[in-house]
Each structure stands twice: as C-alpha cells, then as structure tokens.
C-alpha cells in the first residue's frame, strides 16, 4: 500500500492558478497510473488527469489546454498545475495511485471565486 498525502488547495479566483501536490509514501517508480480526481458537491467523482509510468497523459476534456499533471518519480511527488481556472473546477481533489490495487488519498479542497 502507499500512503498519498495532497496540498496546494486553496481559495483562487477565476482565471487564477493553483499547483497541487501528492506526496507519496514510497516510491512511484513502478506504480502503473497516477492520477487526479475530483468531486464536487452533489456529483459523482470524475478523473481529471492521469499520468502512465511511462510518461503518457490523459485529460478530462472541461480540463484540457488549462491543467498539466506531471510526476516526480525522484521526488515521489506527482502534481496538477491548474491554470485559468473556473467556478466549474471548485471540488476536492484526490490523488490515486493504480497498480495491482488502487489507493487514494485523502483530498484538498479547491475553491474558485467568481
């Protein structure tokens, strides 16, 4: 199992920006998928990003051109730059982890004014 650990979350604007983190507990060198999630209130949680160990990347379309994921396997550490963002985004974000389980971790809110 690895622990995962978000930060970065926060109360922005529109059209600002926001980096999150996950931190993860062990090394992510060979864990399959990283990803971000989100859940806003009153809906179902819905994939945002997600980032193979190869390096490849998926996007949820209401996310592509604004948010980059990217992973730090040195570091441990997979992240989400959120650029331009809208009330749309406002949720909490999950980081997940899927290799021969999946583990999740505990969320940051996100919050975006109008």
């Known amino acids: 199992q690895v622990q995962l650990v978000e930060s970065g979350g926060g109360l922005v604007q529109t059209g600002g920006s926001l980096r999150l983190s996950c931190a993860a507990s062990?090394?992510?060198?060979?864990?399959?998928?990283m990803g971000w999630y989100r859940q806003a209130p009153g809906k179902q949680r819905e994939l945002v990003a997600t980032?193979?160990?190869?390096?490849?990347?998926n996007y949820a379309d209401s996310v592509k051109g604004r948010f980059t994921i990217s992973r730090d396997n040195a570091k441990n550490t997979v992240y989400l730059q959120m650029n331009s963002l809208k009330p749309d985004d406002t949720a909490v974000y999950y980081c997940?982890?899927?290799?021969?389980?999946?583990?999740w971790g505990q969320g940051t809110q996100v919050t975006v004014s109008s």
């Open positions: 980032v193979t160990s190869g390096g490849s990347t």
């Open positions: 997940n982890a899927a290799y021969w389980r999946t583990d």
């Open positions: 062990r090394s992510i060198f060979s864990i399959n998928v």
